[in-house]
């Protein structure tokens, strides 16, 4: 089998990468290192990656349609992973058209790589609860509304899901989209909370706690994101008859909301320091509370987290602490 992972040096890509490795699959990493947070840590990712006989790397822009026809239109791929994008909610205020590029032309043209893909069995990709916006109802359900997103890159991610459907349903491409809940761990994003808290107490910094701390994430460890990941690949949904697209939509969270003030206290602990807090209003495009429904996730592939933030938190701070030698 071989598939490919599109976001390869990032985050979860490569936490993704790393364990279809081990499982003995051949993987073909796709990222192009921008430096939307520090290219020296994609590095070091792929130095962890780049030695195993079943992997190859291609240093390319998702939106480079010609680019990626040249290094990859002549693989017979098994199935795609595709979680390359410009994240961040609050970079997309500042940096609209990098959101466009990357979410919108760049899901396009992998939707056009699958479909001449003839050996494809399942194109899995990220989407994000963000789409959520500003909704109310929790948990947050994949029935609910989607269709007032509250940042651009939210925006974007809807509107991956779309183009996904319409791909799905003319062309019968077997697709799930995924919407990630907070998810954290070692080799994480230094743009994210836990990242700048963990970072700025070591230094004796305050660090900004946003809507003065009235704020719940489903955090989520990143070995469950990829055992989610996995599951779903090896179970591509199947057209039912001609009105059916084989297209779905899950959450994929930790189902527990957790109070901002109780992961700072946590990392506090793990860190053996306090942390001098600055207390700020709400920021443009963000939300109060995010809270995965599991439901269908774990009705359709028997996905259930297994990693708390009483223990996935010590293990980031275990990871920071060897990474930066302290």
């Known amino acids: ?75 017979k791929l098994t199935s795609i992973i595709h979680l390359a994008a410009q994240a961040g909610v609050r970079y997309s205020i500042e940096n609209p058209f990098a959101y466009v590029e990357a979410n919108l032309v760049g899901h396009m043209v992998i939707l056009e790589l699958a479909r001449q893909q003839t050996a494809l069995e399942h194109l899995v990709y990220a989407s994000s609860s963000s789409v959520y916006g500003g909704n109310t109802a929790l948990p947050f359900s994949e029935a609910d509304r989607v269709d007032e997103p509250i940042s651009l890159y939210a925006a974007t991610k809807k509107a991956d899901e779309l183009l996904s459907q319409s791909y799905a349903h003319l062309y019968g491409i077997p697709q799930t989209g995924l919407r990630f809940f907070t998810v954290y761990g070692p080799w994480g994003r230094p743009d994210m909370a836990l990242w700048l808290f963990t970072e700025a107490i070591l230094a004796g910094r305050p660090i900004k706690v946003f809507n003065h701390g009235d704020m719940r994430r489903d955090f989520t460890y990143v070995d469950d994101i990829v055992t989610g990941i996995v599951a779903a690949r090896d179970k591509p949904p199947v057209r039912t008859d001609e009105k059916a697209a084989p297209h779905r939509i899950y959450n994929i969270g930790n189902n527990h909301p957790e109070e901002l003030g109780r992961l700072i206290s946590l990392l506090e602990g793990a860190l053996g320091k306090k942390a001098e807090k600055i207390l700020e209003p709400m920021q443009p495009g963000d939300v109060k509370e995010t809270y995965a429904d599991l439901t269908a996730i774990e009705r359709d592939l028997g996905f259930q987290p297994a990693v708390t933030i009483d223990e996935g938190i010590p293990k980031f701070v275990a990871w920071y602490r060897d990474y930066h030698n302290i």
């Open 1 to 75: 089998m071989t598939v490919l992972i599109t976001g390869a040096a990032g985050f979860i890509g490569f936490h993704t990468a790393r364990r279809l490795l081990a499982q003995g699959e051949r993987v073909v990493g796709v990222d192009n290192l921008n430096p939307y947070y520090s290219p020296a840590l994609k590095d070091d990712r792929l130095r962890q990656l780049v030695d195993h006989p079943n992997f190859s790397f291609h240093q390319i822009n998702i939106a480079d349609r010609v680019a990626m026809d040249g290094a990859l239109g002549g693989l």
